[in-house]
């Protein structure tokens, strides 16, 4: 920050002069392209970047590309439709024509711009709110946006300083991220040897021990009276990801329940996902609940199993489970989730066996909680670097003005 201090100091110790957008950099335009066209130009080894709206990013070959207008050099792309944000690129790329980019004859004005816009990203989208169903921004809303615009070397400076604490930031993320992966795997291999030691262990079918079952209803969305001030929670699928529920956020009214498939079930029910993208991850309510059709509810059989236990072996078999899917949206159904088998300790002495269980759930529980702890602590710490980041790079990019007493 010395060397930073000095050059403020030296080349602008009156105040920076602060510009308009459009006024120290030059706009670049895009490609008018369809959805249907990015989906048929596709290629994984294309060389062109191809930037739609939203999230869609696609790799294309520059022939396939119809109307091309390819930008070569470093820019900063405003993203101003649905997803409000700025990327630099500095590879050959091109955006659909409904965004825009910058450039600058010198590559550290245009990272020095880019860094202005992220720093200043939350007001974009604020100016986006109430625009139409998707989150848009008008051209002027970056183009007369007003920057501070130092000298050469401190841009130059500057982008050195946040260039570095970004790939600390990053180097950091990936470490914790991978300590994380190695624990959830250790966590993993030994749930499994739990589960499957088998001289004491016999497989049954997981119905054997299964003394109710259900699945849910989805009343229909366009009838007021089954949501409007509803006070019955109700679970969806996207809820269910190998956790203990313990607060629903969606609910239905008690003539929901009178009137569609939705019912009650009891807190402790082994649940499993059985539509689409979520079918085959499991979770236990640990409250009373309805669900929607696309949850297998399981009331254990006590006097058997553990509900616990149940649901341990259960995620211990979450790949046979997908491997079961059938249909062109991968679902499971209640024969394919009865018909797996569970090791059941000691089956011929049913407390020995429950304490067996027992057993094996507290240990499971206590090294499911440190992995959860390292869950929580993950994003946090991430959170915690990103806040920091983000202090220092508003400091650095805070000057006085120019001519204004400080």
């Known amino acids: 920050m010395s060397k930073l201090d000095d050059l403020i100091a030296k080349l602008c110790p009156d105040g920076v002069e ?3 957008t459009k006024d120290c950099f030059k706009r670049l335009r895009g490609t008018p392209i369809t959805a249907g066209k990015m989906k048929e130009i596709e290629c994984e080894d294309g060389e062109i970047r191809v930037f739609a709206g939203g999230k869609t ?3 294309a070959k520059e022939e396939d590309i119809p109307n091309v207008n390819i930008t070569r050099v470093p820019a900063v792309l405003v993203q101003s439709r649905g997803v409000i944000d700025a990327v630099y690129f500095e590879s050959p790329f091109t955006f659909k024509n409904e965004m825009w980019a910058y450039t600058h004859e010198e590559k550290a004005s245009v990272k ?3 860094y202005v816009l992220k720093n200043n990203i939350q007001s974009f989208r604020d100016a986006a709110s109430g625009m139409g169903s998707l989150p848009q921004i008008s051209l002027t809303v970056t183009e007369d946006f007003t920057i501070p615009f130092p000298p050469l070397p401190i ?5 050195r300083i946040l260039d570095n ?15 994380l992966t190695d624990r959830k795997k250790q966590y993993e291999y030994y749930r499994d040897s739990l589960l499957s030691n088998n001289k004491i262990n016999n497989n049954v079918l997981l119905k054997s021990v299964v003394k109710k079952s259900c699945s849910g209803g989805t009343p229909k969305k366009d009838n007021s009276e089954f949501y409007s001030n509803g006070t019955v929670p109700w679970l969806r699928t996207q809820e269910v990801k190998f956790n203990e529920i313990y607060k629903i956020d969606s609910f239905i009214t008690e003539e929901a329940v009178k009137k569609t498939s939705a019912k009650w079930i009891p807190a402790n029910c082994v649940i499993v996902a059985i539509s689409g993208a979520t079918a085959g991850r499991c979770a236990i309510n640990k409250i009373p609940t309805t669900t929607n059709q696309h949850c297998y509810n399981m009331v254990i059989d006590e006097t058997k199993a553990l509900y616990k236990y149940v649901y341990y072996c259960i995620c211990s078999q979450h790949e046979e489970l997908l491997s079961k899917k059938q249909g062109a949206r991968g679902d ?14 000691y089956p011929n002495d049913p407390n020995k066996s429950l304490e067996e269980q027992q057993r094996i759930v507290d240990i499971l529980d206590r090294f499911d909680t440190l992995c959860n702890d390292i869950s929580k602590g993950l994003p946090a710490e991430i959170d915690e670097r990103e806040k920091q980041y983000e202090y220092y790079r508003a400091k650095l990019l805070t000057f006085p003005k120019a001519g204004l007493e400080v």
Not at 155 to 159: D, G, K, M, R
Not at 165 to 179: D, M, N, V
Not at 332 to 345: D, K, R, V
């Open 18 to 20: 602060y510009k308009k």
């Open 57 to 59: 990013v696609i790799n």
């Open 112 to 114: 020095y711009l880019y």
């Open 155 to 159: 841009q130059e400076e500057i982008v």
């Open 165 to 179: 604490f970004t790939e600390l930031t990053a180097e950091l993320t990936a470490e914790l991220t991978a300590e």
């Open 332 to 345: 499971l159904n209640s024969t394919l989730i009865m018909g797996i088998e569970i090791p059941i300790p």
